[in-house]
């Protein structure tokens, strides 16, 4: 199959909003969310000529967003290697300096969910493993199907399937309270 | 269905992925056991919860930003072909090499921590410190106890710390007499903290072109805070007792005076070696390219990035002129004139924003085209739907605002034989009003002319 194609400010108008919710749910930070968007949608962009509708465009998208992601987390976790340097190694007196090793989780961004509520739900996202939250987020909040996010994530749809059923144990667990008020 | 089963199923039953029989099956298990309801109702408010907190709009500016980096070529972040060896090396070599360059790279830092030199960019604070003595020797002869400080700011950059930290340790090592030291030291400490921050927007720094222009840009300032901490001393008659409290600090004795300018100058390095030590500074930034990760970061250095821009396309000139006395009565506030008719005049004169993102005066824009008018749109982000204008009898006056805590609100805009003048008050935004990024302007259409076209800051 061959679709039609697509201009890039149909693209944009179309895309833009999908990838930026979707890197806003995996960061859980305004800012780095726009960083993450911005790259994954320069590479769609690049890649767009190339696009030959195997799959429907906003799975084509979320894929190269998810993966960009993915990157991302790597390097991240590469450079986190330094973060273990203690900064008395470089100063030596370190009484006065905060501690430079710290969680690779991203901070909560507390302006992005004004109510309690969605702020748990943003908190208890960032809790699960990143592939786990990228399932829940593409199944719950973007409404994906089994087989999109499958085609999305590149892994089976039994792999979607026992992710989200683990990711809902886990969030019913830290949400459990807020579901029943 | 039995219990296990359907705890088996309740996924795909939540999300109508179940094959019809099955889904029959299911729903007749679920009107029949309370337990597994009771299981599925959970679930389900969970599952609404969550699809709860919905979709967010694009930040403002967002479709203008990502437009800025496709024209600039900034390349997204790394792939995963990292190390970008050819196919065939594997992964192990590629650690190997990593770990090898880690090594080296802190190895490098600790060696410059050990000994400091001043052929870098930790040079121009010494500099700066021990500029002092040298040009008033008999002020502040233990000023020139500049070492520490560049171990310091070495370590601050090394480690990736902030700028205060750099302040903090600073302090600590002029010896437990931090009061002292603040009245001794506060502009060559501020120029040393103001280094510090500075290098590591330089850290930060987007691309290598903006990295070499910071390293530029802190030539230029430190060279002003020199000139200015040189001044400073030489008028202020208490820097002899801070010199004192530094030589107490250092353990040495009170009446050594003598000896002291010597060590001064021995410590100064000549401008060839600080320019050799910037230009190593540009090759050091071109590999510590770090994104920035906070939106404060971000803001920074979007600032930074305007005041590059700005810096390179410096053919347009605002001047500031005192205004006529003939312009009315009782009118005597700051004028800024705005040369007529430039091509290219759509540039406000960003170099007089300093690091708070403030402006001295607040510059005033004409334009006279549509594309002058589409690149100020773009270069600034500015948000407002753009007025129609017939640019063959009409123009556009721009007012920026000089803090990003202020607003503009053009007031009138009044022709006369000679000039037009655009007339504007300055607001503070409500408390409650976050600060801007991009300072606050407002634009007005007004009659095209030749005449010149002033910009009166209203009391």
Redesign the interface.
Known sequence: MVSKPVSESEF?EGN??LV??LA??LTGN???A??L???????A?KALPGFRGESSLSTWVYRITVN?WK??V??EK?RG??KM?P?S?????D???EP?FKDDSKPLDTG??TDE??AM??KA?LELDPESRAV?IL???E?Q??QEIAAALDIPEGTV?SR??RA?EA??EK??K???Q | MDCRTFRERLTEFLDRELAAPERSQAEAHLSACSGCRSEYEELHGISKMVAGVGRKPLPVGFMQRLERRRQAGESPAPSRNFFLLPPGIPRYAAFALSSLIVMFVVMDKARNMLQPELGTISGVASNMAVDAPRRAPAAAPKFAAAPPASDTLSSVRGAGGGGSGGFAALKKAAGGQPNDFDRAGQSAAGSLDEAASRNLEVAGARDNKSAVESVDFLKQKAELQQRLVSEKEAKDASVTSTGKALARAKGEPLDAPAAAPAEGKAKVTSNEELIAGIEAEKKRSKMRIIPPSSREERTRLAMLSAMQGANSASAFQLRAQVAPASLGPGQTPMIIAQEPAKVGSAVPDLERLDKNGKLDEAPGVLIRSETERRDLWHKYEMTAAPPKIDYASQMLAVVFATSPSTSIQISRVTPSEDRIVVSYHELPLANDAKALAVPSYQFRVIPKTEKPVYFEKLP
């Open positions: 944009l833009a909003v930026y919710n806003l749910r305004a800012s780095d726009e960083d968007a911005q790259d994954a949608l320069i590479r962009l960009t990157n991302r790597r390097s590469r290697l330094w340097v900064l190694l470089f100063s030596g007196d009484e006065d300096e430079n992005l969910e509520k969605g739900v943003q996202l829940v199944r719950e909040i409404g199907s089994y399937k989200l059923s809902r969030l019913k949400l459990q807020y579901v029943t």
